[in-house]
């Protein structure tokens, strides 16, 4: 199975300020159309990523790239782990995982074209 990281996010209390600091130090701006309230789909970093409204965190939440999301899921709770219901966005669907050990983790199917 090939994988790679797809995607991240990083969570911030207010998303307004995070895209007003960020924008200001690297020059990132944002995807209007995949944004909302809650979330702020960062372009021109290199990589897609994003901010989550949610409590502050010393990480990010990952999400590794997959062709079938499904089938993901399946095998990670055949190895010991969970995962949550799948949720579609235009983005795609993504998942939030968990090992066998408890650590979190995220899977993102892209959507057709992306």
Do not use: N
Not at 1 to 18: H, K, N, Q, V, W
Not at 33 to 59: C, L, M, N, Q, W
Not at 84 to 93: F, H, I, K, N
């Amino acid at each position: 199975m090939s994988t790679e990281l797809g995607y991240f996010t990083l969570d911030t209390p207010d998303i307004d300020r995070a895209r007003a600091f960020y924008g200001a130090l690297f020059g990132w701006t944002f995807d209007e159309a995949s944004s909302h309230e809650t979330y702020a789909h960062v372009t021109g970093a290199g990589i897609p990523f994003g901010f989550v409204k949610g409590e502050h965190r010393d990480y990010s939440h990952l999400y590794f790239r997959v062709d079938d999301i499904d089938a993901v899921c399946t095998r990670i709770v055949d190895l010991g782990g969970k995962c949550a219901v799948p949720a579609d966005s235009r983005s795609g669907r993504s998942v939030t995982a968990s090992d066998d050990q408890g650590v979190s983790f995220g899977l993102w199917q892209p959507a057709e074209g992306l």
